[in-house]
Structures are given as structure tokens and as C-alpha cells.
């Protein structure tokens, strides 16, 4: 930047007017002591998975919220970088932190290379083409069964923190913190607003002198990086990676979570990851019934409270003062 | 001096010529109105000189730097900025983040952002409307955000696309007001409008066009009683269009 207001550089004062920050703050601190209070593996497995996914549908907020540019491929980044890293540990042995570095380095090319693809594309166009691009590689793993696993994926590498839940949930739960934070410092200061700009009306955005292009690319680059960091996280848990990291579902997984939790809010996208997840890995075993209920999910928030439940207590207000101003 | 400078633009769409070696320059400080019936080219000419379309030939030269082909927002922080037919502002902003967005990349070191955006606000008569949402805005205050939008980019010159389109008469006089203020203070503007008699009061030279040509350039009042233009707007037997 040449001169004047960072872009990135300061953010805007988070805590000024808005509780619902304390509030995400409050509920970190209160993680810290849930390995000791919960007793149950599966539980805490799950809200690890749960934090895991807040990373991943908060860097889609950025994207699909902010800028308005809806991907329809985020699992590009999420398995792209889980594969990475998984071949990366597997058959170089190398440290787990290198691996995942490595796995969000390769996101921040993908970011680059579909930014840059989609430059001039919009809504159903950058759709389709978002669509594809993870499916280019899914096709590209199955081709390949002696390097990349093919079918069966690749399993046997390294598992984060050697496989001990609790140090394994403390991890994931410092970097979703650390992500949910940098993201709503990104999203509520000045970048969020260019993005928004984008969004609004990009001929418009360009009149007002800003650079459309290179923040598009940025939002891809970003979104991205946090998006492999998320998928890094999963298959060093999970222990293996399989062709379904790259699958359309978990390119609509962040979809459901940002409109049901509230998209461009971040901390909405955090709730409706919460609520998907769960839902996801109970729902595990009725792969039809999953799609389903998320359709419906989908259809009723948006015809209900399309601010998603993070507008739900602004919805009740409303209703309220509508009924006083009936009686 | 001219500030602003175009030389031969021309712009073909398939087979239409949309517009025709069209040139004319502007000097500091004034307004120019470029008028012409529906249809005419005045859009496209202005999405030429300001980038968002690129030019098959001719040149845009800005305070003496070529600009032509250039990305619209490089122009834009070059020293020119538009508005448009209708208001592009960015609608689930409020009016300060409309006016911040386009600000955020001009303030210099030292100064105060939130006080460059009140300034722009009050001079184009928005304030105490700052938290409003842009969608809730009447139509006269889009077209003055939108304005706002653009004298928040630092700009030399204001090229304004059918200002007055869709206002009351007791909106485009305070518009025009607010105009002449601008101009007073070394603003150079260039309006496309084809509403001649609001027009009137601001620009004291204009040029017309017809089917994507240049039909006639001058004062005002000289340019309206021309012949050419008389048919261009009204019809004739001899009409531009057919020499």
C-alpha cells in the first residue's frame, strides 16, 4: 500500500458494538475445559470435527458471503490440501507441521489458479466452473491408483499429535480460534467492505476506483488457504484421505452451513457449522436421507429467516414490535 | 488547457458502429454537455473514456497522459470517475460505507478517514442519512451518493450519465446546485443528458451526436437552433442519419 489506510491493516475495532464477538469468546474459553468435563470420545470427536468444519465454512463465508462470488468447489482446497499433505506424510515422512504448511501452500496456488480463472465469471458460470475443477481432480485420483490411491484413497500416515484425542482437540481448537479471530478481523475491516463492494456491484466497486480483480483473486487466495488448513486438519485426524474429501458433498457441506448459520457474518457460518456437522456425522449412515433434510433445511431458512439463525433473535424483535403495534 | 482530451474514438458492436471517430476536449474547470436523442452512442462513448469498454480506435488523453485502455478503476485513480445512467451504488451498504469504500485507498498518511467522509457526505447533502442503507434511499439521493462516490475518489473531472433521469424538477435544481458549486471550486464535468432544458443551466458548450457521430459542436444556444440537430431530434427530410 503507497500511501494511506491499510486494507488489511487496521481492522476495525471487533468488540465496539457487538456481543455476539464476546460471546464466540466466551465459548472458546468454555471448549478449553471440555476434554475434562466430557467424558465421552465420540462427543468430543464430533465438536472436534465441528471445530474443524467452523474453520472451513468461515473461509467460505469470506468468499461466498463477502465477495459474493459462490463457489461451488470449495472441496478443491479441503481435499486438495489433505491429499498434499497426506502424500507428502506418507511417503516422505515428513513432520506434520511441514505437511500441513505444505497442504495450505498448494490451496494458496489452487486459490491463485481458479482466482484468476474466475475473474470474469459469475453467478451460474462461476458455478459450473467451480463445480468442475475439484472433479478434474477426483477423476485424476482415480486414474492414478499406485501414487494417489485411486479409489480406496490413502491411508497409514502420521495422525495429528500421535493420536491422543485430548492434545489432538486442543490443537484443532487453538487453530479454529485463531482462524475464527483472523477472519473476523479480515471480514470486519476494511477488506470485508471492499469485498462487499464486489458483491454489491462490481462495475460499481470499479467506479469507485477499486481494484476488482485483484480483490477476487484475494478473496479466492484467502478462502482458500483456510479452506486447506481445514482439510489438512481432517485427514491428519482422520489418518487417511479418500476421493471423497473432493467430493460434491463437501463442496455443499459449506454452502448449507453459511445460509443456515447466516452468510457475511462469519460467526453465523461458525453456528451452521456446528449444527451441520453434528447433523452430518449422525446422519452418516442414511446417505439419501442427508440430502433430504438438507434440502430441506436450505428451503425453509431461506424462506423463513434468510438472515440464517444468527438473524433469529432480530427476527423475534421484529415480530414482537409488529404484534405490539397490532394490539 | 484541456483536461481532458478524445481523439478519434470509435466502437463497432458486430456490424453497428456504435461510435464514430467521435472527438472533442474539455477544458479545466468547465462543463460539457454531450447530447443526442436516444440511442445515439452517449453511453457507449462514455463507457469508452472511461474504460469500461475498450475503444477499436482512437485515443482518451487525461491532463496529458494516455488513458486509453486502461482498467477503470486506474482511470479512476488517474482523476476521472463517473457516475452512471442508473445508480450503481452498493445497495446493503449504508451511505458512509458507500463513501468509505471508494475513500478507504485515498486517504494519506495523517488524516483523518472518517473526517474525508464526512466531508464528502455533507457536501453532497447526505447527512445525518449515513447509517441508512442505500436501498432505503430515494432516487434523488442515490444519484447525490452516487456523485459522492466519485468526489470521494479525489477526482479532476466528473463524467455524469443522465443525472437527472427519474428526479422531480425541485431535485435537479438542487443537483445542478450542486454542481455549479463543484465547478466553482476547479471541478470539470462532463454530462451526458438529453433533458436540454435542465441542461441549459449548466453547460455553456455541448456536442451532439447522431447515430454515433459528431453532428454538431458549440455554444449552447448556437448548437440547438442548428438545422442538423433540429432533425436529429425531430426528424427531417434531410436527417443526419441518411448523409
Known amino acids: ?327 | 488547457m484541456a483536461i481532458l482530451e478524445v481523439i478519434g474514438l470509435s466502437k463497432n458492436f458486430g456490424g453497428l458502429t456504435a461510435v464514430n471517430k467521435v472527438s472533442f476536449s474539455v477544458e479545466k474547470g468547465k462543463v460539457m454537455g454531450i447530447v443526442g436523442p436516444n440511442g445515439s452512442g452517449k453511453t457507449t462513448a462514455f463507457n469508452l473514456v472511461t474504460g469500461f469498454i475498450k475503444p477499436d480506435s482512437g485515443r482518451v488523453v487525461l491532463n496529458g497522459e494516455d488513458i486509453t485502455n486502461l482498467k477503470p478503476h486506474v482511470i479512476v485513480s488517474k482523476g476521472m470517475a463517473r457516475t452512471f445512467q442508473v445508480a450503481r451504488v452498493f445497495r446493503h451498504l449504508s451511505v458512509y460505507e458507500n463513501i468509505k469504500a471508494a475513500k478507504l485507498l485515498k486517504v494519506k498518511k495523517g488524516e483523518s478517514l472518517d473526517g474525508k467522509i464526512a466531508e464528502v457526505v455533507s457536501l453532497v447533502g447526505l447527512k445525518g442519512k449515513e447509517n441508512e442503507q442505500a436501498l432505503n434511499l430515494p432516487i434523488g439521493d442515490l444519484k447525490r451518493l452516487e456523485i459522492g462516490r466519485a468526489l470521494a475518489t479525489d477526482s479532476l473531472v466528473l463524467l455524469l450519465d443522465e443525472p437527472f433521469s427519474g428526479l422531480s424538477h425541485f431535485e435537479v435544481g438542487e443537483i445542478v446546485s450542486l454542481l455549479l458549486d463543484l465547478v466553482k471550486g476547479g471541478m470539470t464535468v462532463v454530462i451526458v443528458e438529453h433533458v436540454l432544458r435542465e441542461l441549459k443551466r449548466l453547460a455553456e458548450y455541448i456536442i451532439v451526436l447522431d447515430f454515433g457521430v459528431k453532428i454538431a459542436e458549440g455554444l449552447f444556444e448556437d448548437v440547438i437552433n442548428q438545422q442538423v440537430v433540429r432533425e436529429a431530434y425531430l426528424g427531417g427530410g434531410t436527417g443526419a442519419s441518411n448523409k
Open chain 1, 1 to 327: 500500500m503507497k500511501n494511506g489506510q491499510g486494507v488489511l491493516w487496521p481492522p476495525s475495532n471487533l468488540f465496539r458494538k457487538r456481543p455476539v464477538y464476546s460471546g464466540v469468546f466466551l465459548f472458546s474459553i468454555l471448549e478449553l475445559f471440555f476434554p475434562l468435563l466430557i467424558r465421552d470420545y465420540w462427543i468430543l470427536r464430533i465438536i472436534m470435527f465441528a471445530n474443524i468444519f467452523v474453520i472451513y465454512a468461515i473461509a467460505y463465508d469470506l468468499l461466498a458471503g463477502y465477495a459474493g462470488l459462490i463457489s461451488f468447489g470449495h472441496s478443491l482446497f479441503f481435499g486438495g490440501a489433505g491429499y498434499v499433505a497426506g502424500l507428502l506424510s506418507l511417503n516422505l515422512g515428513w513432520p506434520l507441521i511441514v505437511c500441513i504448511a505444505t497442504g495450505c501452500a498448494t490451496a494458496l496456488i489452487f486459490g491463485l489458479l481458479l482466482g484468476y480463472l474466475c475473474l470474469r465469471l459469475k453467478g451460474p458460470y462461476l458455478a459450473v466452473v467451480t463445480l468442475i475443477c475439484p472433479l478434474v481432480l477426483v477423476t485424476i485420483v482415480h486414474l492414478s491408483p499406485t501414487y494417489l490411491g485411486g479409489d480406496n484413497g490413502i491411508a497409514g500416515f502420521a495422525q495429528l499429535a500421535g493420536g491422543s484425542l485430548r492434545s489432538q482437540f486442543y490443537i484443532v481448537l487453538l487453530l479454529t480460534i485463531l482462524s475464527l479471530f483472523a477472519i473476523l478481523l479480515l471480514a470486519q475491516g476494511n477488506l470485508g467492505l471492499l469485498l462487499k463492494t464486489i458483491r454489491e456491484d462490481e462495475m460499481g466497486a470499479e467506479a469507485a476506483g477499486i481494484n476488482t480483480a485483484n480483490y477476487k483473486v484475494l478473496a479466492f487466495v484467502i478462502s482458500g488457504v483456510f479452506a486447506g488448513l481445514a482439510g489438512t486438519l481432517y485427514v491428519h485426524i482422520m489418518g487417511s484421505v479418500a476421493p471423497a474429501t473432493l467430493s460434491p458433498h463437501y463442496a455443499i457441506l459449506p454452502i448449507i452451513m453459511i445460509f443456515l448459520g447466516g452468510a457475511s457474518s462469519i460467526v453465523g457460518p461458525a453456528i451452521g457449522a456446528y449444527v451441520i456437522t453434528i447433523l452430518d456425522l449422525y446422519l452418516l449412515a442414511f446417505p439419501y436421507v442427508r440430502v433430504i433434510i438438507y434440502a430441506a433445511i436450505i428451503v425453509i431458512v431461506l424462506r423463513f429467516i434468510p438472515g440464517g439463525l444468527i438473524a433469529v433473535p432480530k427476527e423475534i424483535r421484529r415480530f414482537k414490535k409488529w404484534q405490539s403495534s397490532r394490539s
